[in-house]
């Protein structure tokens, strides 16, 4: 018996289009302009600013400053996270983030910069009693974390700049203006770690640089106690140095 032919597909233009630009930025991983995704995908400037606006709504595109190049959102990487185990980065740096996560025993937390949002890449959950544990779901604010800031004490002044003018940085609050924010990053840089220790929360977190091939990152490695349990930098941030040490290697064994 003959097969029937194929029934055609009927599909939304609005939606095929969204795909279309999608795809686009996937392959464009340091961002493209509102301009050459119009030349590219052959549609009208404004078709494509609405299109941006919407997916920039619910997270699937971001845009580090007015007028600069859009690149995918955290969202469409949260949704992909059930799968990072089988991922390059996540793959690679697995054993070593296990076992350090292991020895201290608290939250922690391997991530990287995307657009101006912290994107998890592996996270360990502490199982004491009296402990941080952030909620999967629960956004977390580049500023305020350990993990955030030094990526973004690592970023070129210009585009530092850029990205915390688009983050929501509480403008009554004289502890977290963006030039003492910037210095403090400045800090961080030299002292070669981020120590942020929130005493009205009893809670600190330490996170180092991980300098690995572009494309693949930065990442930076942080932890999160309570302060109860926090016996200072000087013994945990030379574990954290060392681990970020083997990563990088790991990473320069690939390339």
């Known amino acids: 018996m003959p097969t029937p032919p194929s029934k055609p597909v009927r599909t939304l233009q609005s939606l095929d289009r969204a795909m279309a630009l999608l795809d686009q930025l996937a392959n464009e991983p340091e961002g493209i302009r509102l301009t050459q995704l119009s030349e590219t995908l052959d549609l009208k400037l404004q078709t494509v600013r609405t299109l941006l606006q919407t997916l920039v709504h619910h997270g699937l595109v971001t845009q580090e400053f007015r007028g600069g190049p859009y690149m995918m959102g955290a969202q469409i990487h949260r949704w992909s996270r059930l799968n990072l185990s089988k991922m390059d980065i996540a793959s690679r740096v697995q054993p070593v983030f296990a076992r350090v996560a292991e020895e201290l025993g608290e939250y922690m937390l391997l991530a990287k910069l995307q657009g101006h949002t912290l994107l998890r890449i592996i ?12 909620s999967s779901a629960e956004p977390l604010p580049v500023y305020q974390f350990s993990t955030g800031q030094i990526l973004l004490a690592h970023l070129e002044e210009k585009r530092l700049r850029h990205v915390l003018a688009a983050m929501e940085i509480p403008q009554n609050n004289p502890k977290l203006s963006i030039e003492l924010l910037c ?49 200072g930098a000087d013994k945990t941030v030379p574990i954290l140095k060392q681990a970020a040490s083997e990563m990088q290697e790991l990473f320069g064994e690939f390339n």
């Open 123 to 134: 996270e360990y959950t502490s199982q004491h009693k009296i402990s941080y544990n952030p």
């Open 183 to 231: 210095q403090q990053l400045q800090t961080y840089r030299k002292q070669g770690y981020a120590e942020i220790i929130k005493k009205e929360d009893e809670l600190v977190s330490l996170a180092v640089f991980v300098d690995v091939p572009a494309g693949k990152g930065p990442l930076a490695l942080g932890i999160a106690q309570p302060l109860v349990r926090y016996s």
